[in-house]
């Protein structure tokens, strides 16, 4: 395990130094809060891209009912807040209430990259957690979203570079990259999906939705992880009953 937190701390310190040395402060666009279906259904303004986090709200309910241990707990509930706090950006889209969205993702991300190393102190989560904020703050004061970006790019660097320890295939882990590349092309192609389906869906909802789908793929690898777990502690104690 020391082998791969240095080998992930190593890919880490590159991206930070090639990111800031190549990549030019990056502000936050203006027009990001345009987005391609502004539709009013049942009296919800932007309605698709609003309610299409009932995604992230039913599997952060399941993960939170059937997944134990702090660090896993915290993405869950990661995950419920995104429900939430990306609803209230996308009933009026804004800088002020993209802040509500963007803060418990960083939660979500920070507690996934702790579950890919196998990390599960509640220490070393708050301070995943506090680097997380850390780049919220600093987008708002100093209006550069690059360490927001390394961040969130973080857990994927992260499996990649765990990929080359593993000793499973983790087939769920693979859905959850996929899903995160779909979710990043969904989003950067919003209007250009949104024509593609005469304005039946948009690429920012489709977004939402297959961004939910790679979150419960985590729960699967979790939930299988610890079903893995039970069933070797029951095999070296035969007498041990599982807990819930």
């Not at 279906?37 to 995604?55: C, E, F, H, K, Y």
């Not at 919003?190 to 869906?201: K, S």
Request: include cysteine; glycine fraction near 6%.
């Amino acid at each position: 395990m020391r082998r791969v937190t240095l080998a992930v701390a190593v890919v880490a310190a590159i991206a930070v130094v090639l990111t800031f040395a190549l990549v030019p402060p990056t502000p936050q666009d203006p027009g990001y809060h345009d987005f391609a279906d502004q539709r009013t259904m049942l009296g919800i303004p932007n309605a698709l891209n609003v309610l299409s986090n009932i995604g992230f709200l039913l599997v952060g309910i399941l993960g939170l009912l059937t997944i134990r241990g702090a660090v896993p707990k915290t993405f869950f509930a990661g995950m419920l807040a995104t429900a939430f706090g990306s609803s209230i950006y996308h009933l009026a889209p804004s800088d002020s209430t993209l802040i509500v969205d963007r803060l418990p993702m960083t939660i979500a991300f920070a507690s996934f990259f702790l579950l890919l190393l196998d990390v599960r102190s509640v220490r070393a989560l708050f301070a995943m957690c506090a680097a997380g904020v850390a780049t919220i703050v600093y987008w708002l004061t100093i209006n550069d979203l690059r360490p927001y970006a390394i961040f969130q790019a973080l857990p994927i660097l992260t499996f990649v570079v765990t990929r080359f320890f593993a000793k499973r295939r983790d087939i769920p882990l693979w859905f959850v990259t996929a899903g995160y590349i779909a979710a990043k092309y969904c989003e950067t192609y919003d209007r250009q999906i949104y024509a593609l389906f005469d304005g039946i869906v948009s690429g920012h909802t489709l977004k939402h939705i297959v961004a939910a789908l790679a979150t419960l793929a985590v729960w699967m690898w979790l939930y299988d992880d610890a079903r893995a777990t039970d069933a070797a502690g029951m095999r070296s104690s035969p007498g041990r009953l599982m807990t819930t």
